[in-house]
């Protein structure tokens, strides 16, 4: 049995892993299967050897017992735990996004609320004609595709799920996220390892690209594609003829109604707008308040770790983080701008030579509803606030920002009739309530945590039954003893 690393000898190897990380630009290319002499384990070359190894983890998985799973699973949450602050700085260095305190904060909530093998439920209908036993079977080997805003985390949960449902898993990480997502891979199958379970557990790229995604899709081997990303790669699964489940794009808007508790209102929505300086799908991402409470509300926010920025300055604003891009066909398209994508509110304001504290955690600006700020997801700490003459206005306009994506809406009011029909018009998955966006998730909200909300494909939150498929059992005119 593999002995775990000492906390020192972890330090060592992650401060040798961080010097090499951020020696280079973030999507620099390096060497994701080792760092420091410490081999990451489940790391290939090639796509179709990641898929041939996770087959052999899919017969060893598929032949344990649910108790040998779920003891893998306890081994992952340990390491998790312990090692969450290091992923943390890993993700941060390496893709130049996010804070390290959040990051952690989401290590230990995947740890926490993934769930393992109780997901995994039989049913069971008897009748005059006998029993029928439904239950949830594994698919096979999973392709996963995972983001570079929650990388490591995203590699933890699937894990999670996927192996308490009794599958097979290899990761096609994000370009610019391999050395953490490639070290939550490698943490995974040390906890099989150090249990007893296979050495390989789960498998990934050494360098991810479109053509190992491309092989992924196409392999026979491949039973289930999963996707957490951005729309194209999600249009990508979806058209692979496959069973697929998308995670897709968002852009949750935030109703603040004149019957809310505006102090709680105001701090819930920046703790949440800021929560890994925006980079969660389901993070506020444009406010609609009523226009006789819309003062109030600024005054809270700016008390909050807010900046507000003039029009003048929001237009200007909006020509650094909003950049032109050309396709193809020589139609030119504003697209985010990776170099402020999850950076801090102080960052991005210095580029309009603003400086300001390290208190300052959210920008913040009036717009109109056309501005881009409310109508592109930008994942960044940067808020929009559209004043409203009531909640026909709001809703209507909420609606049509979140642009049919149907992942994630907010609001704050102590009116049961407006929060229902908001809930019942905008139609998402997610739908939170006088909280902040990430209590959606389970992070001071009741619930499992998951990093894959499907949205496109119908999952909603998902969970290890999530990546399973229904198997019938049919005795017929027996079993029945009542």
Do not use: W
């Not at 393992?116 to 036993?133: M, Q, R, W, Y």
């Not at 026979?220 to 003829?241: D, H, N, W, Y």
């Not at 994508?341 to 009036?366: F, H, M, N, P, Y």
């Amino acid at each position: 049995m593999a002995r775990n690393l000492t906390e020192a000898e972890i330090r060592e190897v992650v401060s040798q892993v961080l010097n090499q990380v951020s020696a280079a630009a973030p999507t620099a290319s390096f060497d994701s299967t080792q760092y420091a002499g410490k081999k990451f384990v489940g790391v290939f070359d090639d796509m179709n050897d990641a898929i041939a190894a996770a087959q052999v983890a899919y017969k060893a998985v598929r032949a344990m017992s649910v108790e040998k799973r779920e003891q893998l699973i306890t081994e992952i949450r340990r390491l998790t735990r312990a090692e969450a602050h290091i992923m943390a700085e890993i993700g941060v260095k390496e893709t130049g996004m996010g804070r390290v305190d959040h990051k952690t904060a989401k290590h230990m909530l995947v740890a926490d609320k993934t769930p393992g093998t109780e997901d995994i439920v039989s049913a069971a209908k008897t009748g005059d004609n006998g029993l029928t036993l439904v239950e949830m079977a594994p698919f096979g080997v999973v392709g996963a595709i995972t983001p570079s805003t929650n990388p490591s985390e995203t590699v933890i949960c699937n894990s999670i799920g996927m192996i308490a449902a009794g599958n097979g898993v290899v990761f096609n990480p994000h370009p610019n996220a391999i050395a953490t997502s490639n070290y939550a891979v490698d943490l995974v199958n040390r906890a099989s390892k150090a249990m007893g379970g296979p050495e390989i557990l789960v498998c990934s790229m050494k360098k991810p690209t479109l053509e190992s995604a491309a092989i992924m899709q196409s392999h026979p081997l491949i039973r289930l594609l999963v996707c957490t990303g951005g729309p194209g790669v999600v249009k990508a699964v979806l058209s692979s003829g496959k069973k697929a489940i998308g995670a897709g794009a968002g852009n949750p808007p935030v109703i603040v109604d004149d019957t809310a508790d505006i102090a709680k209102a105001g701090k819930d929505i920046i703790d949440g707008c800021t929560f890994d300086n925006n980079l969660p799908c389901i993070a506020e991402k444009e406010v609609f308040a009523f226009r006789n409470i819309a003062d109030e509300l600024i005054s809270v926010m700016l008390k909050n770790g807010a900046y507000m920025i003039d029009s003048a300055q929001a237009a200007k604003l909006a020509d650094i983080v909003l950049v032109d891009k050309t396709d193809k066909k020589g139609n030119v398209r504003k697209i985010v701008n990776r170099d402020c994508v999850g950076r801090d509110a102080k960052v991005i304001l210095s580029k309009l030579g603003i400086t300001v504290s390290d208190d300052i955690r959210c920008i913040i600006c009036e717009t109109d509803f056309n501005h881009p700020f409310v109508q592109e997801e930008l994942m960044m700490p940067i808020l929009p606030i559209v004043r409203v003459n009531d909640i026909d206005e709001a809703i209507d306009l909420a609606v049509k920002a979140e642009h049919g994506n149907r992942h994630t809406a907010h609001m704050h009011s102590k009116n049961v009739d407006n929060l229902s029909r908001f809930a019942r018009e905008v139609e998402t998955t997610i739908f939170v309530k006088n909280a902040p966006s990430y209590a959606g998730i389970g992070f001071g909200g009741e619930g499992h945590a998951t990093f894959t909300i499907a949205g496109p494909t119908g999952e909603g939150i998902t969970s290890a039954r999530s990546f399973t498929r229904q198997r019938r059992c049919v005795m017929a005119e027996s079993f029945r003893i009542i």
